[in-house]
DNA sequence: GGATGTGAATAGGTTCACAGCG
DNA sequence: CGCTGTGAACCTATTCACATCC
């Protein structure tokens, strides 16, 4: 039998962590000279990103890259390798909700950092900000919001509303089939395990140095 | 002999995840009315984070408080317990470096939403904001930068410069003597491995929603 | 010689399972 | 009974060690 692939044998699954230094290492390689070397070693890559050696290497594995011996990655091969991988090259779409103080910095963060990822649409409940342009980004009423995301099969959304607001957007991104979310709503969504939500709370990040700021403890880095 | 206490036995080292989750437990019973029930479950905390109840349990064990089986644990009690664990009840002088978009909006932000924290000083090269109160904060020059964090001894700092400034920024603060530090600048930061460097890249984050939403897979749930 | 690629060993984190309590 | 507290089992992630290649 065995008609479901169940696990799918044989190809490794990407793990959270593996993906996030995947995406670490393509922008750090974005950052890297046009005119630079043209290969590039595992440990250079891991020195760029504060990662060991051996780390890079594994993760590289997962994207199915190839280094050479002694001359290492070439550059450009690797770079393509990890869009292909994380993306397979394609553009993808996102809509921001919620454009106030962070949802206004995170598009202007966003924008021209992330070439293979376009905000669509921004969209604010507030009258005084719909059908404005800000940041760049033309701003919808909350209406809109269901039919486009479903329309246009949006899979990512942003979540940047008032923790007030948070359940019940998260709600209607759902309905609307949204696959992932990035909140920065200081709440836990509830939400069906097949969307994938990941949570940045500003406070609670301060919060977090500022323990081990006293504790002085070790180094564990990952850009979130 | 055995006069170095190596890895002091007995008492447990909280890790980076654990430090994690036990700001989120801080923070979602500081969300509970303060009429509700007196006494909260494990399972019930577990419910309001995303965790499962052992992993709650594990976890409060480090901050050495104590439940009651049958009651469940005394919510008053318990976050003073946390608070106690994280911040040994004491206010924690915090700056801010970069009073951009996203600087503003972290100030906004953190401000009412960690009252064992507070902002003393934000600071910015622009001539334009320095003197001027922003988002409550009084803007200072960054020529005093290094003074204030030495003089007053302040732990931790907030970086929200832009990419071209955030090492040299960082040097300063680390010359200065700060003990650790919450990046949003795109660069891993070169600093002392004793200096705690937590790095917020929302362009990353939101690559690796792209990514999973995509792949529809798990749920891993961690609000940084 | 110094790098890659990777099985094997290790460390770290989570869940299981259950004793003990109220 | 259903909960807490926790040793032990388990599972995941990282590092080691080394065969292999340029």
Redesign the interface.
């Known amino acids: 039998m065995m008609t479901k692939k169940a696990n799918l044998p044989g190809k490794a699954?990407?793990s959270?962590k593996a993906?996030?230094r995947l995406?670490?290492y393509r922008?750090?390689l974005a950052?890297i000279p046009e005119d630079a070397r043209r290969f590039i070693y595992s440990h250079e890559i891991g020195e760029?990103?504060?990662v060991t050696s051996t780390q890079v290497r594994r993760d590289l594995m997962l994207v199915g890259s190839s280094g050479n011996p002694n001359r290492g990655y070439e550059r450009r091969d690797l770079a393509q390798s990890i869009d292909e991988f994380?993306?397979?090259q394609r553009r993808?779409k996102?809509i921001l909700v919620g454009v106030?103080?962070?949802g206004?910095?995170?598009l202007?963060?966003?924008s021209r950092?992330?070439p293979?990822?376009v905000i669509v649409a921004a969209f604010d409940s507030d009258p005084a900000k719909t059908g404005r342009v800000i940041m760049g980004y033309r701003c919808h009423a909350m209406t809109e919001l269901g039919d486009l995301v479903d329309s246009q099969a949006i899979?990512?959304g942003?979540l940047s509303v008032p923790v007030a607001a948070a359940q019940e957007v998260a709600d209607r991104l759902v309905a609307a089939g949204?696959?992932?979310?990035?909140n920065f709503a200081?709440?836990?969504l509830r939400v069906p395990?097949?969307v994938?939500?990941?949570?940045?709370?500003?406070?609670?990040?301060?919060?977090?140095?500022?323990?081990?700021?006293?504790?002085?403890?070790?180094?564990?880095?990952?850009?979130?």
């Open positions: 699954e990407a959270d993906v996030g995406v670490l922008k750090r950052g760029l990103c504060g994380l993306f397979e993808q996102v106030g103080n962070l206004r910095a995170v202007a963060y966003v950092r992330s293979l990822l899979p990512t942003i949204i696959r992932g979310i990035l200081p709440v836990t395990h097949t994938y939500v990941e949570d940045i709370d500003l406070a609670m990040a301060l919060e977090k140095v500022a323990f081990f700021a006293r504790h002085g403890r070790h180094v564990e880095r990952m850009h979130v």
